[in-house]
């Protein structure tokens, strides 16, 4: 079955420790990319996105991530988290053969920042 | 100006109940959706609908009934609720062929007992 997959569950840093959350799909054709955060007891919030060109995407907040097609990843970097980066972070792929509605979110990995 | 605005914020309710969560955007979007999150925060596309259409309608029991009856407004509609109804369900909206770069709503806390 085509999936998205977040291979850190929860991560837990120090403030100023680089981060990196790890993002798969299994899908094999075109595909959009996305990363969501959501903040505790908040909704969420679109962080950064990628459709094409530049593999190498830039979000809000200092947050960045980089699609590497063959290895069908997309993971989200940040060189220094803060303690207010503390937040549920979720990956989602909209594989364009199922139409722009169709999205699957990964199942989130929980950033825990420590002051 | 709230963008995607959800009511209520909270919602208890017994078992077997009816129960409606409403959702307006006031973006000019074209698209909009329900997501459900569970208790392990697995957030799932339940319905999406496309000025007033309905696009997508995932495997969801059809106790779950979304009524659309303007493009600026989707509610949703559950009947005899269950226990396993109980998650957080989010509203969305997003441009036309935008479809993941949604903008949320804050969420309903549906808790049912």
């Known amino acids: 079955a085509q999936s998205v997959s977040q291979h850190n569950h929860h991560v837990i840093l120090s403030e100023a420790a680089s981060l990196e959350l790890g993002c798969n799909y299994s899908?094999?054709?075109?595909?959009?990319l996305f990363w969501y955060v959501q903040y505790p007891g908040q909704h969420l919030q679109l962080l950064l996105k990628?459709?094409?060109?530049?593999?190498l995407v830039k979000g809000i907040k200092g947050f960045e991530a980089e699609f590497i097609k063959s290895k069908f990843s997309f993971n989200l970097r940040k060189p220094s988290v803060q303690w207010s980066d503390t937040a549920e972070y979720f990956c989602?792929?909209?594989?364009?053969?199922?139409?722009?509605?169709?999205?699957?979110f990964g199942i989130g990995t929980k950033l825990q920042v420590i002051p | 100006d709230t963008a995607v605005s959800q009511t209520p914020k909270y919602l208890v309710t017994q078992m077997g109940n009816d129960k409606s969560i409403k959702c307006e955007q006031n973006?000019?979007?074209?698209?909009m959706y329900w997501y459900k999150q569970d208790s392990k925060k697995f957030l799932k596309i339940m319905f999406s609908?496309?000025?007033?259409?309905?696009?997508i309608n995932e495997t969801v029991p059809n106790r779950f009934s979304p009524k659309s009856p303007d493009k600026a407004h989707l509610n949703l509609h559950i009947n005899s609720l269950e226990l396993g109804d109980s998650a957080v369900y989010f509203c969305?909206?997003?441009?036309?062929?935008?479809?993941?770069?949604?903008?949320f709503g804050q969420g309903t806390r549906l808790t049912v007992v």
């Open positions: 969305a909206s997003s441009p036309r062929d935008r479809g993941p770069e949604a903008f």
């Open positions: 899908y094999g054709g075109t595909v959009n």
């Open positions: 990628y459709f094409s060109g530049d593999p």
């Open positions: 989602a792929v909209n594989p364009l053969s199922g139409g722009y509605q169709k999205v699957t």
């Open positions: 973006l000019g979007h074209d698209t």
């Open positions: 609908y496309n000025n007033k259409e309905l696009i």
